[in-house]
C-alpha cells in the first residue's frame, strides 16, 4: 500500500499568514494526489484534485503543487473560514489512502 | 442537486452484521464510480471500499476485505456495504461518496454520514 505523510500534523497560524501543508508519498504517484478541507462535524470537501487543478467553486486562495513523492496545498492568505483539517489522498492505486490529517488553528 | 443519504447505521456487537445503504439523487448514478469512507470518533479518514459505475468491479481495504461486500444497484440508484464478522475498530462514521466519473480518483460528492458502533 502507498503511505501518505503529512506535516506538519497541526500549525497555529494567524488571519493573513501564509500556510503550506506537505504531504509525501512512500512512492512515486505521478500527479495523483487530491486534497480535502474537514469542518468540524461536517463532511471533507474537496479542494485541488490533480495535485494542482482547482476544484470548481473553491477559492483561487488554495493552490496545489508537485508531483511525483512530494506535495503541497498552500493557502496564499489564510482566512477565518479556512481553520479546519486538511487531508491529502492518493489516486494512483487501490487501496486508495489519506494522509493522517493536518490541523489549522487560530493563533 | 446531487444528494447522498447513508442509512443502515446503528450498535452491533462484535461479530455481528450490518447492511449500510446509500440512497443517490441529483446526478447519473449509474454513470459514476462510488465509494465509502470511514472515520473512527476523532481520527482521519480511510478509504473502506470503491466499486465502479457498471457494478462490476470492487476493491476493498485490507482491513475489511473478506468481511466487507460492496455492491450497487443501478436500477434503484443505490449503493449497498454489507458488513460481516463487525470488530470494534470498525466503528466509525461511514460516508458514501461519488467520484468524479467513471474512475476511481477524487471524491466529489460525500453524504453525511451514518455511524456504525460495535460493541458489546
Known amino acids: 500500500d502507498i503511505q501518505m505523510t503529512q506535516s506538519p500534523s497541526s500549525l497555529s497560524a494567524s488571519v493573513g499568514d501564509r500556510v503550506t501543508i506537505t504531504c509525501r508519498a512512500s512512492?512515486?504517484?505521478?500527479?495523483?494526489l487530491n486534497w480535502y478541507q474537514q469542518k468540524p462535524g461536517k463532511v471533507p470537501k474537496v479542494l485541488i484534485y490533480?495535485?494542482?487543478r482547482l476544484q470548481s467553486g473553491v477559492t483561487s486562495r488554495f493552490s496545489g503543487s508537485g508531483s511525483g513523492t512530494d506535495f503541497t496545498l498552500t493557502i496564499s492568505s489564510l482566512q477565518p473560514e479556512d481553520f479546519a483539517t486538511y487531508y491529502c489522498?492518493?489516486?494512483?492505486?487501490?487501496?486508495?489512502?489519506f494522509g493522517q490529517g493536518t490541523k489549522v488553528e487560530i493563533k | 442537486e446531487v444528494q447522498l443519504l447513508e442509512s443502515g447505521g446503528g450498535l452491533v456487537q462484535p461479530g455481528g452484521s450490518l447492511r449500510l445503504s446509500c440512497a443517490a439523487s441529483?446526478?447519473?448514478?449509474?454513470?459514476?464510480?462510488m465509494s465509502w469512507v470511514r472515520q473512527a470518533p476523532g481520527k482521519g479518514l480511510e478509504w473502506v471500499s470503491a466499486?465502479?459505475?457498471?457494478?462490476?468491479?470492487?476493491y476493498y481495504a485490507d482491513s475489511v476485505k473478506g468481511r466487507f461486500t460492496l455492491s450497487r444497484d443501478n436500477s434503484k440508484n443505490t449503493l449497498y456495504l454489507q458488513m460481516n464478522s463487525l470488530r470494534a475498530e470498525d466503528t466509525a462514521v461511514y460516508f458514501c461518496?461519488?467520484?468524479?466519473?467513471?474512475?476511481?480518483?477524487?471524491?466529489?460528492?460525500w453524504g453525511q454520514g451514518t455511524l456504525v458502533t460495535v460493541s458489546s
Open positions: 461518496a461519488s467520484y468524479s466519473g467513471y474512475d476511481i480518483d477524487y471524491f466529489d460528492y
Open positions: 441529483g446526478f447519473a448514478f449509474s454513470s459514476y464510480a
Open positions: 466499486i465502479s459505475a457498471s457494478g462490476g468491479s470492487t
Open positions: 512512492q512515486s504517484i505521478s500527479d495523483s
Open positions: 490533480t495535485a494542482s
Open positions: 489522498q492518493q489516486s494512483y492505486t487501490t487501496p486508495l489512502t
